[in-house]
């Protein structure tokens, strides 16, 4: 399901194909989200020219980056545990506001990473 190809199509089209001015701006402006989106499309290409799987990642990586998706994921889960902080607390991490900010940065994006693999791996297997 879930393949070395689609990882680093992953990696260049999230990483190596977004420039700074798309990474600050897509959580602000959807104009800049479906850029980004358009360049990280690319390289799935490469594996799949399924245009429902590819429409169902493009669509997907929207949603999630525009919307900054993966820090309500964060707080979610971390949310039935005691000590547990409320939303407005966790609003830019999704984070207790006691964790230090670099290992908050990171941890949100390792959430995010795992979202768009997940849902890539899903599409480009199972839909078509």
């Known amino acids: 399901m879930f393949t070395a190809d689609q990882l680093v199509a992953h990696a260049v089209g999230d990483y190596l194909l977004q420039s700074e001015w798309m990474a600050q701006e897509k959580t602000k402006r959807s104009l800049a989200a479906l ?6 499309i690319l390289p799935f290409l490469l594996i799949t020219q399924n245009v ?6 493009f669509g997907t990586h929207f949603v999630i980056d525009r919307w900054h998706l993966a820090r309500y994921v ?6 039935p545990w005691p000590g547990s902080a409320k939303w407005d607390e966790c609003r830019k991490t999704g984070f207790h506001p006691d ?3 670099w290992l908050a940065g990171w941890l949100v994006i390792i959430v995010d990473n795992i979202m768009h693999i997940v849902i890539n791996g ?7």
């Open 35 to 40: 850029i980004h989106c358009s360049f990280y």
């Open 74 to 79: 964060a707080w979610l889960k971390n949310r």
């Open 52 to 57: 429902y799987a590819l429409a169902i990642i």
């Open 99 to 101: 964790t230090p900010p």
């Open 122 to 128: 899903l599409a480009i297997t199972y839909v078509g």
